[in-house]
């Protein structure tokens, strides 16, 4: 296969090189002046009685380019000669089928410039043994006011070799919706079949719902349409249960729901605030899908003053913030435990030398414990 190009005979034109694997070996292509205009049919083979032929010019002229023109079947009607202007590269050349026409037969229209000429061959067939057929691959999810949806993936197919430039379009969207198409015309080769990327915008003013559309595939001979949807959603936060209790260090277990409306099912950033200082939460943040239920949603609380505190959840998703209240009650902290330090009184005792009878009663004092002598006389 030739790598490399250069003039390498001096005409003027760049010359093809291409090694052959050896050092001293190489094939040489000398360049060939190309032709200075084509001719096609803008859709092949021909429904209609009316169609197109398009003129293409190597390179746009500096000047108004004139090509004669000429059909090989007197029932073929078309200008005797298109004017391509300055600067333009392609034109074109409207042309009609009359009665007179035998659908059996094939035509030519020649294009000529100067000692130059190119030539189209064309045929006519029924709309229903040829064109075109649309298909979407893909349903993309529900979307939020101003957000673009995904690619809903557009393909369109050749029936029986036809081939032609098809134009593609949406219709029946609210005003605040639009379709935006990667190619809004495609080259459809006979037999074959191509595509294009399809997404709708939407605008602020969009409205939670489900909007029918069409998606419009036309060549002015041939239309195909295929009917599609646009899914507005939206999303909501909330709190269960709506009170904790906690104790003044200690947790206090909620669970948070995000809920899908229509469909929605995009990513929601979760954040929160109005805690009391000592209050922090220790699992249930962050990004959260829409759609998605009791999560658990922990706050651990730090020496945490007794009361009565609202705090909020918010969520945000693309432009839209939704929020959920909840009460978190901080009980006081518990009474110190019991002193139960104490004394002896009195610290000493004399023991009595005589006879007498002597009871041991028991003495308490705090948590400390002894005995001491009662002396009953007699």
């Known amino acids: 296969m030739p790598q490399f190009a250069a003039d390498f005979d001096g005409d003027g034109k760049a010359d093809l090189l ?38 293409t010019l190597a ?43 035998n659908p059996n037969h094939v035509f030519t229209i ?39 949806t995904g690619n809903y993936g557009l393909w369109i197919a050749s029936i029986n070799g036809y081939s032609t430039t098809v134009q593609f379009s949406c219709t029946g969207l609210r005003s605040w ?27 602020s003013d969009g409205v939670v719902g489900t909007y029918p559309f069409t998606v419009v595939g036309t060549d002015g001979s041939v239309t195909d349409k295929l009917d599609a949807t646009l899914s507005i959603g939206d999303f909501g936060i909330s709190i269960s249960p709506s009170t904790a209790t906690a104790a003044s260090s200690g947790y206090a277990n909620y ?38 239920t009791n999560i658990p949603l922990n706050i651990q609380t730090t020496n945490v003053a007794e009361g009565s505190y609202i705090f909020t959840v918010t969520g945000t998703s693309g432009p839209l913030t939704r929020s959920a209240t909840a009460t978190l009650m901080a009980q006081p902290p518990p009474p110190p435990p019991p002193d139960f330090s104490g004394n002896i009184s009195p610290t000493s005792r004399q023991r009595l030398r005589h006879a007498h009878r002597t009871s041991k009663l028991p003495a308490f004092c705090g948590s400390s414990r002894d005995s001491f002598s009662v002396d009953r006389r007699g």
Do not use: M
């Open 110 to 148: 020649r294009a000529t410039l100067g000692t130059q000429s190119a030539t189209a061959y064309a045929w006519k067939a029924s709309s229903s043994q040829v064109g075109f057929r649309l298909w979407l691959q893909n349903t993309p999810q529900a979307v939020l006011p101003s957000q673009t």
């Open 18 to 55: 291409e090694l052959a694997g050896y050092g001293s070996s190489y094939h040489f292509v000398p360049a060939q002046t190309g032709t200075a205009l084509q001719v096609g049919l803008v859709s092949l083979p021909i429904i209609n009685a009316t169609d197109s032929a398009r003129i």
């Open 177 to 203: 919706a639009a379709c935006q198409f990667a190619r809004s015309g495609v080259q459809l080769p006979a037999g074959e079949f191509t595509g294009s990327s399809l997404v709708v915008t939407t605008t």
């Open 255 to 292: 669970s948070l729901t995000v809920n899908s409306v229509n469909g929605y099912g995009g990513p929601v950033q979760t954040s929160i605030s109005g805690l009391p200082a000592g209050a922090t939460v220790v699992a249930g943040l962050g990004t959260i899908g829409a759609g998605a």
């Open 59 to 101: 390179v746009p002229a500096a000047t108004d380019t004139t090509i004669q023109l000429v059909s090989s079947d007197p029932a073929i009607s078309l200008p005797s000669s298109i004017t391509i202007p300055a600067n333009t590269v392609s034109e074109d050349v409207p042309f009609q089928i009359g009665g007179g026409f």
